[in-house]
């Protein structure tokens, strides 16, 4: 096992873990499934042709069997629902120098996992987060193709802070990344613009260019206020009118895209609403504010 890993072969797992072996690092990928030819595909950004390339695979259905003791980083990209049940038989056996990435959309799972190294007497292990707007297309199990750049931010949570190598790593490795101190306020922030757009264009089964119409702008408005009100009693302060006109930029800027809710609604598969806007609803509920918007729309997204 090599000393950075990733688990969770997605679309954003498989990129990450090509643009980190295409700066000579090495990199493991941990799966749910077997990779027989221990190959993947990867179609960059505005090319046509693929590249093959041979990857250190591991499955995970066994996790006992996995040799987990060299790996000092690892970067999870799994869908939020997926965070704690993936790494749960995981972590006894990662040495006590490791640092995990979470790298997923909406917030909570880093709650949960921060607890359950509490309960694990795992707490010399440090736990780091990152958002990404980088996009991929997942063509097969074991092929994407990149469509879009986007800002990648990482930053500390809690527990040992990832050592300065491997944060120069990464952030050299990923296109347009940064760390940054708040990473908490970063994804605050891009849950205003998730708990805006993922649920509409599910519920409406739209593309996020159709958002831009006036009979949804009371609804956006509500949603993102609400969250600014959750937000603060957190401690986090936002700009809400900021936050508004960046919603729409983001409409504006990926509107001939389907967001990936509307994807899950559309082929049937389990949505991340709990950890976008069910978030706003959770921590709402421990500050007693009200958040009928998001309760709303969560709630007819599960109905989905």
Known sequence: MNPIAILGAGAIGQLIHRQLVDANLKVSMLARSANANKQLSFTPLNQADAIEYVVDWHQVSSAQQLSLDKVELLIVCVKAYQVIPALTPLLNSLNSQCNILLLHNGMG???????????????????????????????NAHAIKQTGNGLTQFGHFCGPKLNEQHKQQILQAIPNSKWLDDIIQALWQKLAINTAINPLTAIHQCKNGQLASDQYHTQIAQVVSELVQVAQAEGVHLDRQAL??????????????????????KHGRQTEILAINGYVCQRAKVHNIKVPENEALMNEVIAL
Do not use: C, W
């Open 109 to 139: 799972p880093h709650l949960a996992l921060a607890e359950l190294l509490k309960q694990k007497e795992k707490t010399q292990i440090g736990l780091s987060l990152g958002t990404t707007s980088q996009a991929a297309l997942k063509l």
């Open 244 to 265: 508004i006109e960046r919603v729409y930029q983001v409409i504006s800027l990926t509107a001939e895209n389907f967001s990936s809710m509307h994807q899950d609604v």
